[in-house]
């Protein structure tokens, strides 16, 4: 018989932990004690074997125990102790008291020894639930597996394992599995609880910010007037309309019936100056923000910004960006107090400013038709009001419309601002007037809507005759940038150079008086409130109203002297804005204009139009340069002066140098001009100059302004304020003309227009 190995010091023999366990050679050999199975065991064993043992062993008892207590249940159960509730059943009940005392004796032992199986069976449940333990948590198994793993099992009858490593992989991995999924389904928990706060986070927000913007909306328009006009309720609402261009005499040419009649149902002054400079994109950003150009930093419909080293270029796309638009527009005031707004071509409007937008935009569309302004104003009142219980938010009625109508400085700069084909396109403006108008009547709210018409300039017409060639006045190749037109901003390549450039322009200017030459930083006269920007360049050159300042690359002044050219364009802006070709108008009328009809007020500058504004919709303005307030402060009715008389063109110099022209043939001088000055003016002050006499038979070296001579090459203007499309008939060089040859080049002229005339001017003009 074999010598019995020590077994005391064995850790991993079964006997040493636990003394009911079952022989794992029970199956398979004669060994019938634990003391041969701790001698098996002895072998080289690794611990995953003797986890794979232990966990059959748990396994055998667990079915043991189970059909111990199947047995048990199926004999009977066990009293609890507790009363019958039926007291008969204790007459069924069996007694064992009147059994004989032998059978007594024998039921005792029985008792005891079930006692002691009681017991024992407690004790190996405790050590299961202590093996169990450590099979699934335990520290010293994953220790002794990781030292042994991988190792020959010596002692084992073929050296292999190969079946019990298997079954003890496939043990491992479904534990992991269960680790892994109880991980997955706490990862998948936990994701989804995050998923669900965010969402209510988010949900959370949104409701917060609707309160706010409805507690905004209803702290706006709590002290509100509310009116009705019989099918909607209306809060203050107001329509800002701006005519481009319109010269503040034009009212009385006896062409704009609507306007005049509008005049007299509201209040207005005799006009309105713009902002220097007089150019369409400083004043319309100037009416909505009531700020100076310096000030907004819109200096010009074209600039050279040095910080950023770009070109602003009201054409180009890159102008609606929001980095070049200071200060804050009346949408943005409006929206942010909780006043829906509507915003029809404004300049400035598309550039998504301070990230605030108009609850409707209407891009810039050159080509619209009049009629179809009026039908879009009346189509955004139309919409329906916070009374509408199942209206959509994002369609209710806007409170500000500002709309912008260019016509007629688009005609103005094509055919000039005194000629025939103008006064056709104010009269088409009125009717355009009359049909928003009379659409409010319709509507019952001439009385609840206030209406309020604008322009941003005036305009004054040119001639080839009061023209200054840029290179004969200074050394172009030192200058990197020229900003605006028709006045010149100069920037030089060094600014050393800056001050011998302005000694040379002053010298210039000393022989010929039609322009003037400033110091951004020395000598700006402060009424400009032009010189606070680093967008506006250091050296100006400013032409007197009715003269224009071209380089020869635009239009070269001798040659279409030579050639009988007629410049283009006909007509230009941009001079000094307190000059009566630069006025502009302003008439209001509403229930927040509570005046007299026909009240006149003092006139103002355009930075007033912004508060203006802002009171009529009961808004709190932002800081700005205007100082006045609602309501206006009137001085009387305009049915006590006498009308104003139309201004015609200044007329040509009598002497055709371009160069150096005489300064006593320009009436087109500064803003220093008196009534005592002129043949006639007005007590408003608007000049009235004789109309120029001009010879039957038309000649092309001689200005007339419903005369256009045929065949003229037209030089395009790249820098001119809005849209301008020349004239393409030609004339033969010295040939004369009587009335017949006249009326048949006009015909002519006009066939060919029909023709393709049309196509031309569309792909001429520039849309902004």
Known sequence: MPQRRDTSKSFLSPSNYDDDASSI????????????????????????????????????????????????????????????????????????????????????EKRDAGSGKRE????????????????????????????????????????????????????????????????????????????????????????????????????????????????????????????DGFRADMLYRGITPRLKSFVEEGVSPAYMMPSFPSVTFPNHYTLVTGLYPESHGIVGNTFWDPVLKEEFYYTKTVAMLPKWWGGEPLWVTAEEQGIRTAIHMWPGSEAHIMAVEPAFVDAYNGREELTKKASRILELLDKPGEEDEVAETVDMRPQLIAAYVPNVDVDGHKFGPNSTEIRTTIANVDNMLNELFNGLEKRNLTNIVNVVIVSDHGMATTDITRLIQMEDIIDTSLIEHMDGWPLYGLRPKDMKDLQGLYDTLAEEASKNPNFEVYLRDKNM??????????????????????????????????????KGLVYHPRGLHGYDHEHPLMRSI??????????????????????????????????????????????????????????????????????????????????????????????DAGLDGVISISPIEVDPVPDSSVYSPDVVPVGVDHVEE???????????????????????????????????????????????????
């Open 586 to 679: 302003f008439v209001a009328r509403g229930p927040a204009f509570p005046h007299a009809p026909n009240s006149r007020v003092e006139p103002f500058q355009n930075i007033e139009v912004y508060n203006i504004i802002c009171d009529s919709l009961g808004l709190t303005p932002n800081p700005n340069n205007g100082t006045i307030r609602l309501p206006f402060k009137t001085v009387g009715l305009h049915s006590s002066e006498p009308t104003p008389q139309e201004l015609v063109d200044p007329p040509p110099p009598t002497t055709p140098s371009a160069s150096v022209p005489l300064s006593s043939t320009s009436t087109s001088t500064s803003s220093s001009i008196t009534a005592s000055q002129t043949p």
């Open 120 to 243: 024992r069976r407690k004790n190996r449940r405790a050590r299961r639930s202590q093996k169990k333990e450590k099979l699934m948590r335990g520290e010293d198994g994953r220790l002794l597996y990781e030292m042994e793993e991988g190792g020959m099992k010596e002692g084992s009858a073929t050296g292999e394992s190969s079946e019990t490593e298997d079954s003890i992989e496939v043990d491992r991995r479904g534990l992991l599995g269960l680790q892994d999924e109880k991980s997955q389904k706490r990862r998948k928990w936990r994701r989804w609880c995050l998923i669900h706060l965010f969402i209510t986070l988010g949900f959370s927000i949104l409701v917060l910010v609707a309160w706010k913007l409805s507690t905004n909306r209803k702290g706006a328009k709590s002290n509100q007037k509310i009116m009705s006009n019989g099918t909607a309720l209306f809060g203050p609402t107001t329509i800002l309309i701006s005519l």
């Open 718 to 768: 790249p820098n001119v304020d809005r849209p301008v499309v020349g004239d393409d008939s030609v004339v033969s060089e010295g040939e004369k003309k009587n009335f017949w040859s006249w009326l048949t080049d006009k015909f002519e002229s006009v066939k060919t227009w029909l023709k393709n005339g049309k196509k031309k001017e569309d792909e001429n003009v520039t849309v902004v």
């Open 525 to 562: 006269p402060e009424r400009y409130h032009f010189s606070k920007n680093e967008r506006i360049a250091p050296l100006w050159v400013i032409p007197k109203t009715g003269w224009a300042i071209t380089t020869r690359k635009e239009f070269n002044i001798a040659e279409g002297k030579e």
């Open 25 to 108: 050679h029970s199956e398979r050999s004669d060994q019938e004690s634990d003391s041969e199975d701790d001698e098996v065991l002895l072998g080289a064993r690794t611990s995953a074997d003797i986890r794979a043992h232990d966990r059959n062993v748990l396994i055998e008892e667990e079915e043991r125990d189970k059909l111990l207590l199947e047995e048990s249940m199926r004999r009977g159960r066990r009293g609890s102790g507790m009363s019958i509730a039926a007291p008969l059943k204790k007459l069924f009940q069996k007694s064992y008291s009147e059994l004989p005392h032998e059978g007594g004796i024998e039921m005792s």
